[in-house]
């Protein structure tokens, strides 16, 4: 039995004030916490008038209400990204239409129910209200990834445009308001899945490509169009075509200088080709603007009640747009001007870095990727750059509050098991969960060792061999079992973590070998000072500040053809430089210690002046 118009009246205009008061107060709303609360609210208002007007058969008279006042619900738990009750609530729908239809399709599948929806419709007065829900459904599908039942629907994408031929003309009396204009939800939606799925599809070249171009030219706010620029740059990073997806990039962040992703991608670009200096004016950049308040998602946004946010969920799409914290991108930035010789920068930034590190006031949004070193690795990098920067106080002043907090916490031992079993044990009871006894091992010894460079640096030669000698006696505590290989070559079967440790262990061993050896060459003891160098070059056969001073020591004895040998053979080898391979506090980093190449062809003339 039909209803009195009259209730149907009610209805309509409790919809309407409902739809009314919820704009508006959207446009009002100043913060996440509040919209939160209006969402709930609105959501729980909707749903008990979408209640009272199912509670009655479904009828063609009231239809039009009924969709309206589902469709408002279902943006409202979009919006609280409430996706299995809005699934929940459009399938309760969709049957109810189809029942009005006169259709029974015998399941609760919503691809079957909206197939069979559409179709019912495709003729008749709720074929646009069918539409915005359909709207809402497949937005469902994005949010959850279901790329299955959008695959089954891409075409039916086509009659998002119908939307777009029209507006709802909410000044016609008793006429149900929407809180969201299907049109606009179309747009947005249209736009957010070639971003969606072009992120899923990068690896499919130029068709790929081809759909982010068109999708650029869709109406929607520019940090969606930016995203479409970034994610042709990723399909042209993985064409291998870099110098493109750079053009892309910058496109990017033309259209939206808030996308730091894009910045990001340009960054790992600029890695790959070796292009250091564009790589560290990029990341300034980016901690400059990592440091901001967030206003990309306030700019996708707009005034729109519904984010593009909200579809934007996938994994791939999600990877491509995280970006690292603050603190991650200040400590690579410091890392790379050290190793590309901008040492004065690097320090600086490594004492922003820790200065951060210890107050209160951490930026970054919550979302970001933040991978930081453990606090010592960070001390006795910060530390290698003072060093560098001929600034001994400072560096001994970091170098200490390491040993002093790890040196009581190291194993009697270290026992290294042998490559098929791939671990790390020690004699001490107790393992720790969260750092192992090689790794606490190797900090304290890497700051005994950067300490004997700090008092080489000051000519403390005493104290430079006293630190030394500790470093060295911490590597000894190594012990490896049933290993037939030299520990400086670790198998390739190896736990790769494991492996590096053991390749820095053996760095650290030669690098103290070689210091105690130059400190006493310094004092003139020389025999102790060949046996060290010696050792070291058995350590670190690439050692050229220690095959120098090994060839000065034999000069010295009198051995001057051994000394000539040594002499020649540093000489095949390169200069020492940073690399990025291994820890900056585990390589040669005492350049004043090399001796004059000229001096020593000098010397070399007079031992065979033909």
């Not at 619900?73 to 409430?82: E, P």
Request: with cysteine.
């Amino acid at each position: 039995m039909i209803q009195p118009l009259c209730l149907l009246d009610r209805w309509i205009q409790e919809n309407n004030e409902l739809a009314s008061s919820y704009k508006q107060d959207g446009q009002d709303a100043q913060n996440r916490d509040h919209n939160l609360f209006r969402q709930r609210r609105y959501s729980s208002d909707f749903h008990k008038l979408l209640k009272k007007i199912q509670g009655i058969p479904p009828h063609l008279d009231h239809a039009q209400l009924e969709l309206s006042v589902a469709y408002n619900t279902c943006v409202c738990f979009t919006a609280q990204s409430q996706f299995e009750d809005a699934q929940m609530l459009l399938t309760q729908t969709i049957q109810r239409v189809l029942e009005i239809a006169g259709e029974n399709p015998g399941t609760s599948d919503p691809s079957v129910l909206w197939k069979a929806a559409l179709k019912s419709v495709a003729s008749t007065a709720l074929k646009r209200s069918v539409l915005g829900l359909f709207c809402l459904q497949w937005g469902t599908w994005l949010a959850k990834s279901c790329w299955t039942a959008i695959k089954e629907f891409q075409a039916k994408i086509s009659l998002f445009d119908e939307q777009r031929q029209g507006v709802w003309d909410e000044k016609i009396p008793n006429f149900p308001r929407l809180v969201v204009e299907p049109r606009r939800l179309s747009e947005l939606l249209k736009i957010c899945s070639a971003i969606s799925q072009g992120a899923e599809r990068l690896d499919e070249g130029w068709s790929t490509l081809s759909s982010l171009q068109a999708a650029s030219a869709l109406p929607a706010p520019r940090a969606l169009i930016a995203y479409t620029h970034l994610l042709s740059g990723s399909c042209l990073a993985h064409m291998s075509r870099p110098q493109m997806a750079l053009q892309c990039f910058r496109k990017a962040l033309e259209t939206d200088p808030c996308c730091v992703c894009a910045l990001y991608q340009s960054i790992l670009i600029y890695r790959q080709l070796g292009n250091s200096q564009a790589e560290i004016q990029a990341l300034r950049i980016l901690h400059s603007t990592l440091l901001l308040p967030s206003t990309t998602e306030q700019a996708m946004a707009g005034s729109q009640l519904l984010s593009p946010s909200l579809f934007l969920c996938s994994k791939s799409l999600s990877s491509l747009l995280s970006v690292p914290s603050a603190l991650s991108v200040l400590h690579c930035l410091a890392l790379k001007c050290v190793i590309h010789g901008r040492v004065s920068e690097g320090v600086e930034y490594y004492l922003d870095l820790l200065a951060a590190l210890h107050s209160e006031d951490q930026h970054g949004p919550p979302a970001a990727v933040s991978i930081l070193p453990k606090l010592p690795r960070l001390y006795l990098e910060a530390g290698a750059a003072l060093l560098m920067a001929r600034r001994p106080a400072d560096c001994l002043t970091l170098c200490d509050e390491v040993s002093r907090t790890t040196v009581d916490l190291l194993p009697e031992k270290v026992i290294v098991d042998d490559p098929e079993e791939g671990s790390v044990s020690w004699s001490r009871e107790g393992k720790d969960e969260t750092e192992s006894g090689l790794e606490r091992l190797l900090w304290a010894a890497a700051s005994y060792l950067l300490q004997g460079h700090c008092y080489c640096q000051l000519m403390e030669w005493k104290q430079a061999v006293t630190n030394y000698t500790r470093c060295i006696n911490l590597v000894v505590k190594v012990h490896y079992k049933r290993r037939s290989i030299s520990p400086q070559i670790p198998s390739t079967d190896i736990d790769a973590e494991q492996a590096g440790d053991l390749l820095v262990l053996q760095r650290l061993k030669g690098l103290s070998l070689a210091g105690r050896g130059i400190s006493f060459a310094q004092m003139s003891q020389l025999r102790e000072a060949l046996r060290d160098l010696q050792l070291s070059l058995q350590a670190h056969p690439e050692g050229v500040t220690a095959g120098q001073w090994c060839g000065e020591v034999l000069w010295r004895l009198d051995r001057k053809q051994e000394a000539a040998a040594y002499w020649k053979k540093t000489w095949s080898q390169p200069i020492p430089f940073i690399a990025e391979t291994l820890p900056v506090y585990a390589q040669e980093l005492q350049y004043d210690l090399l001796l004059d190449s000229e001096e020593l062809h000098q010397r070399l003339q007079e031992l065979d002046p033909i």
